[in-house]
């Protein structure tokens, strides 16, 4: 394939994430404290994380890693975070979430292994197949330099707001609770505000079609789900913090 008709499929790829944005909006994703029961057959929540995450990890490993004849250093690098993030969400995660008994719809899980068949597809066959090698001083870039804070830093948010959320529910998995400390205080998703700041860096630092393809999606699956989850714990809680936004400090 050559890069112009595999640029062509990523721009398409791109359309359709923003064809999707407003439907986000207005129909909740049916899964976790949003969970319906009439969406068909329903898995078990942890198997499903497990099973809806693993593609992502295993497809881009694939190929970018046993595709290249010789793997230059800085795609290896590129790898080693998506695979080090994927690591996490696939095979810890779902593994620290106390959700015994919870459900998600089936199709819910056959979408997201979609979504990450071909986000994983995309970024995997670019990385593996058709990037050129990046220069030797891309390092001292300042988008290399400046993605990698941004990666580092969303995930460490991502990662200790999720821990938050896990401990919260550690004796109580069935109650749902407002969850204080970090980042909670100013917004109700902090966890996702983090993966997209983590997104965003990747994008920045390989300064590549395919990962701003995977930024955007991540905003426009993340944002609506944000959005969602506010006016869930407003709606459910009398006491619920009135200066807390959703997503974005003081703005959003």
């Not at 869930?232 to 913090?241: L, Q």
Request: proline letters at 7%.
């Amino acid at each position: 394939m050559s890069i112009q008709t595999f640029n062509t499929l990523v721009l398409l790829w791109i359309g359709f994430a923003i064809i999707l944005f407003p439907v986000l909006l207005k129909i909740p994703a049916p899964y976790g404290r949003h969970t319906r029961y009439n969406w068909g057959p329903m898995i078990s929540n942890r198997l499903g994380w497990f099973l809806m995450e693993l593609p992502s990890l295993l497809v881009f490993g694939w190929l970018t890693l046993s595709k290249r004849p010789s793997v230059p250093d800085l795609i290896t690098f590129f790898a080693f975070l998506w695979i080090f993030h994927y690591t996490y969400r696939a095979i810890i995660f779902p593994f620290l979430i106390n959700t015994k008994g919870k459900k998600m719809p089936v199709v819910i899980m056959l979408f997201a292994v979609f979504f990450n068949l071909i986000n994983g597809g995309l970024n995997g066959y670019w990385f593996g197949i058709l990037s050129p090698a990046y220069p030797t001083d891309w390092v001292t870039d300042f988008r290399f330099i400046g993605g990698v804070i941004l990666f580092v830093t969303g995930f460490a948010i991502h990662r200790h707001h999720d821990r938050i959320l896990i401990n919260l529910r550690k004796n109580n998995p069935i109650v749902y609770q407002i969850p204080t400390g970090g980042l909670f205080r100013f917004v109700s998703c902090p966890n996702f505000l983090g993966e997209m700041i983590e997104w965003g860096g990747f994008a920045l630092m390989t300064w590549c079609l395919p990962a701003t393809s995977f930024f955007i999606w991540t905003v426009v699956n993340l944002l609506p789900r944000a959005l969602d989850h506010h006016r869930w714990y407003r709606s459910s809680f009398a006491d619920y913090p009135a200066k807390r936004k959703a997503l974005i400090p003081f703005i959003l």
